[in-house]
């Protein structure tokens, strides 16, 4: 059963989507925010598996909601599902540890998917809003390398490593395909983040989805 907060100053939108999601057998909507601190206090004591997080609300914004909950509650995944498509509200709820971000005029059967596979360890993005992102990817510094140039300073093994992540795989997917135990694969994944310059796995994914042509054209172990 998949345990789930929703978190939306429209009290509307809240009720539709708990009637839409109540007709599924392993979700379960277990409680509801009308802001960023009201979710995270919510958060705290129902112990949800995914958040459904808007992303403009009063009192406290859900990006900054998203940062917290991703800190302090890591078992805990943030999937935003807003009304706009802006570039900055899309970088800035990444970057905050989003596992993904979806539009509220998506249809449900999609919206049921993603959320499956966010639980799963997934990244889901709304069609069109990867590319909206591409651009605002972190770079080490201002006078960094072109991303291609980067990649191929990289150790092979890593490289394996974050072209799966861009796949879509979870670590212990990972390491069943390149023959690694979890915890080396998980060491890989820190010291991409670290050579990188990226804040979490979501962002790598994203990383690893806008060099794909070059990673596929780089020898692989």
Do not use: W
């Not at 009063?58 to 570039?87: C, H, W, Y």
């Amino acid at each position: 059963m998949i345990r789930l907060l929703l978190v939306d100053d429209q009290s509307l939108i809240c009720q539709g989507l708990q009637a839409v999601l109540a007709q599924e057998a392993d979700l379960q909507v277990v409680g509801s925010a009308g802001n960023g601190e009201a979710a995270i206090a919510q958060v705290s004591a129902l112990q949800p598996d995914v958040v459904l997080m808007d992303i403009r609300m009063p009192v406290m914004t859900g990006i900054e909601a998203t940062r917290l909950i991703v800190e302090q509650f890591p078992n805990t995944k943030v999937l935003v599902l807003s009304t706009f498509d802006d570039d900055r509200d899309i970088a800035q709820a990444m970057r905050a540890g989003a596992k993904g971000y979806l539009l509220k005029d998506m249809p449900a059967p999609e919206l049921i998917e993603a959320i499956r596979f966010v639980y799963r360890g997934y990244c889901q993005m709304a069609p069109g809003l990867m590319e909206k992102l591409l651009t605002n990817v972190p770079d080490n510094d201002s006078d960094q390398q072109n991303i291609a140039e980067e990649v191929k300073q990289l150790p092979a093994r890593e490289r394996d490593v974050l072209c799966l992540i861009g796949q879509g795989c979870t670590n212990r997917e990972i390491a069943t395909q390149l023959h690694l135990a979890e915890g080396t694969v998980k060491t890989y994944v820190t010291h991409l983040l670290n050579r990188l310059a990226l804040r979490n796995r979501s962002q790598l994914a994203i990383y690893a989805n806008s060099i794909s042509a070059t990673l596929k054209e780089l020898p692989r172990c």
